[in-house]
């Protein structure tokens, strides 16, 4: 089973393994959403979307249907 940036806790980390590029938009890859790159959950808005995240220092919000689409290897 392959755990997703919507698997994430609040305060948990992950490094990007990979993405599916046909659905993430452009501007996700622009700031930084790539493989190899560490992703923190910071905080969810209710009912889980959107999620704040931080991404190599870059905060974005992107939603649940995004988020499930960019595979992460949790960090300890």
Same mark, same amino acid.
């Given at each position: 089973m392959k755990i997703t940036v919507a698997d994430l806790k609040r305060g948990q980390r992950g +490094? +990007?393994?990979?993405i599916s590029a046909e659905i993430l938009p452009l501007k996700l890859l622009e700031m930084g959403c790539l493989p190899g790159n560490e992703v923190e959950l910071v905080q969810t808005a209710?009912?889980?979307d959107p999620l704040y995240l931080n991404i190599n220092g870059s905060h974005l919000a992107i939603r649940k249907e995004t988020a499930t689409q960019i595979e992460i290897e949790i960090l300890p």
């Open positions: +490094i +990007i393994k990979e209710p009912f889980r």
